[in-house]
C-alpha cells in the first residue's frame, strides 16, 4: 500500500478508530489508518501545491512511514531498524475568507525517530512527535492498560463507528471529510487559473532563459570534458540549484582533475547521498564537500565490481524462475543504493538455490519481475511486472509465477500500448498547443495522462502557448515559470 492509498481511504470516507477494535499486541493496519487520520490531513502532500520541496519531503516520509507500519504487522517479522522522519505539518487552525475558502496559517518542520515494536506504539509516537491530539485513542490506551493488568486475552471484534458531526462541534476537532470537501469546491477550472497565474508564469519564464542556457551549456561541457554518459537530477531543483551543483563539478575538475578520470563512461545522477544506485549511476550527495565526492570517485572500482556481482546474481535468478528478468523499479523517495540492492539480490538467490523449482527454462521469458523486503506475499502489479518478497515459500512463488503468467503478458502488452498512445498525444499537444515543453510527475500514471492530454488538446487555451506544463496532482506556479497543473484538472 502506497502514499496514495493512505489517500484514497481517506476520500472514500474512511472511519475513525473505534475503541473496541483491540488486537493481541496492537492495531490492525486499517485501524492505524483512521487513528492517523488527523495527522494524514495535517501533512497531506496535497495541501503543499505551492511548496514542492515540502510536498516532496513529505510524500518520501510517509512511504517510509508505511513501509515501517507494515512490516510490524507480518507474523514472525523482526523488528524493523529506528527510522529517522521528517514532515512538515500544516496548521490546521484556519479561517475562511468573505468566498467561503481555507487560508493556511503556514507550517512547521518536524523530525523524529520511529523505535516502537507495534503498530498502536507508533500510532501515538507519530501523533505526539507531531503534537497531535491523542484524545480519540483513550479508550483503547484504557483498554490495553486494562488488559496489560489482567494478563486475559480479550476477543477481537471490529464495530465500525462514523462519528456524527456533534462530535466536532463539541470536541473543537476539525471535521476531515468537511475539510476535504471544502478543498474541492474551492478547486479553481483550468482556465480561470491560467488567467489568473499566465503572467506570473511568463514572467519567471523569461527570467529564467539566461540560466537555462547556462546550465545547458556546462551539462554540455562536463559530459565531454568527463567522458560522461549523462547528467540527471533525481529531484526537481530549481535552475538555478543545478547550475550551482555543475558549477561545484566543474571547480573539482580543475582542482583535482586525476579524481575525475574514474568517471568516464558513468552517469551522474545529483541526489541526497553519495554513492551507487541499483542502475549502477553515480550518486552525488548534493550536502556533500568535494572531498567526499573525491573519495567516492577512487572507490568506484569496487562499486563496478560489486554491479557486477548483481548482474551475475539476476542471471542466476532467472536461469532458475524460467527466464523471468530481475528489474529496478525507478522509485518516486530516496534513491535504492547498489549495496542494499545486492543484499536483496543475495538473500533471494541464496533462498533459491536449496529448491527443486519445476519450471521450464523458458517458460517465463519476456516477464519482469523486482524483489522487495517489506512484502509477505507476492502480487502482480498493474503494469504487468512481478512484486516478490524475498523470504516468500519457494512453492508458493512457482505456483503464483505459473498461474499469473499469462495476465502479466496481457498486462505488459497494455502498458506498452498505452506508453505508445501517450507518447503519440505529448507530442500532438507540443505541436498544437504551441507548448514550450510537456512533461509530468514520475507519479501520474499513463492511464491518467492520456485523458489529461486529450482534454487539453479540446480545451485548447490560448494561453498556454508558449508555457512549460508538468501535469501534476496539483496547480503551482514554480520557480522558473513551469506551470504544473493536475492531472484530473477540472473544465
Known amino acids: ?97 468573505s468566498s467561503g475558502s481555507l487560508i493556511a496559517s503556514g507550517f512547521r518542520s518536524v523530525s523524529f525517530t520511529l523505535q516502537s515494536k507495534d503498530v498502536l506504539s507508533t500510532v501515538l509516537d507519530v501523533l505526539r512527535s507531531c503534537s497531535l491530539s491523542v484524545e480519540h485513542m483513550q479508550d483503547v490506551l484504557k483498554a490495553k492498560t486494562r488488559k496489560s493488568s489482567t494478563q486475559q486475552p480479550e476477543t477481537a471484534f471490529y464495530r465500525p463507528i462514523k462519528w456524527d458531526k456533534t462530535y466536532y462541534t463539541f470536541t473543537g476537532f476539525r471535521d476531515p471529510e468537511q475539510e476535504l470537501e471544502q478543498a474541492k469546491r474551492v478547486e479553481p477550472t483550468l482556465s480561470f487559473w491560467l488567467r489568473n497565474n499566465e503572467p506570473e508564469a511568463t514572467k519567471k519564464q523569461n527570467a529564467s532563459l539566461p540560466r537555462r542556457e547556462e546550465l545547458k551549456r556546462l551539462k554540455k561541457l562536463l559530459i565531454q570534458k568527463l567522458g560522461l554518459l549523462d547528467i540527471r537530477w533525481q529531484r526537481k531543483w530549481g535552475v538555478s540549484h543545478k547550475c550551482c551543483q555543475l558549477q561545484s563539478l566543474v571547480r573539482l575538475s ?36 568535494h572531498h567526499q565526492w573525491s573519495k567516492l570517485f577512487e572507490r568506484l572500482q569496487s562499486y563496478r565490481s560489486l554491479f557486477q556481482q548483481s548482474d551475475w546474481l539476476k542471471e542466476r535468478i532467472s536461469h532458475l524462475l524460467g527466464g523471468i528478468q530481475v528489474i529496478h523499479i525507478k522509485r518516486l523517495g530516496p534513491a535504492l543504493p547498489l549495496e542494499e540492492h545486492y543484499s536483496t539480490l543475495n538473500t533471494f538467490h541464496k533462498r533459491l538455490l536449496p529448491q527443486r523449482l519445476y519450471l521450464h527454462p523458458r517458460s517465463l521469458q519476456g516477464l519482469t519481475m523486482t524483489l522487495e523486503n517489506d512484502r509477505s506475499t507476492p502480487r502482480l502489479h498493474e503494469m504487468g511486472h512481478f512484486i516478490i518478497p524475498t523470504m516468500c515459500d519457494t512453492l508458493q512463488l512457482q505456483n503464483f509465477l505459473q ?9 505488459m502488452q497494455r502498458k506498452d500500448k498505452l506508453e505508445a498512445e501517450e507518447e503519440d498525444l505529448i507530442w500532438s499537444c507540443l505541436q498544437d498547443l504551441s507548448l514550450r515543453s510537456l512533461s509530468k510527475e514520475p507519479s501520474v500514471s499513463s492511464s491518467q495522462m492520456i485523458p489529461c492530454c486529450r482534454r487539453l488538446m479540446e480545451e485548447r487555451s490560448p494561453q498556454m502557448q508558449g508555457l512549460r506544463l508538468c501535469v501534476s496532482h496539483f496547480y503551482s506556479v514554480m520557480q522558473d515559470g513551469d506551470l504544473c497543473i493536475p492531472w484530473d484538472w477540472k473544465g
Open 1 to 97: 500500500m502506497y502514499v496514495t492509498s493512505f489517500l484514497r481511504y481517506i476520500r472514500l470516507g474512511g472511519r475513525c478508530v473505534s475503541a473496541h477494535v483491540i488486537q493481541r499486541r496492537s492495531l490492525s493496519g486499517a485501524d492505524a489508518i483512521n487513528a492517523l487520520r488527523p495527522f494524514y490531513f495535517a501533512v497531506h502532500p496535497d495541501f503543499f501545491g505551492q511548496h514542492p520541496r515540502e510536498r516532496e519531503v513529505n510524500e518520501n516520509s510517509l512511504q517510509r512511514l508505511n513501509g515501517y507500519l507494515e512490516n510490524l504487522q507480518k507474523p514472525g517479522a523482526r523488528s524493523p531498524k529506528p527510522t529517522n522522519l521528517t514532515f512538515y505539518v500544516r496548521d490546521t487552525k484556519e479561517t475562511a475568507d
Open 403 to 411: 498461474s499469473q503468467a499469462q495476465e502479466a503478458r496481457r498486462r
Open 254 to 289: 580543475t582542482q583535482n582533475p586525476e579524481a575525475l578520470h574514474h568517471l568516464r563512461g558513468h552517469t551522474i545522477v545529483f541526489t541526497d547521498q553519495s554513492g551507487m544506485n541499483a542502475s549502477g549511476h553515480v550518486m552525488l550527495g548534493t550536502m556533500d564537500v
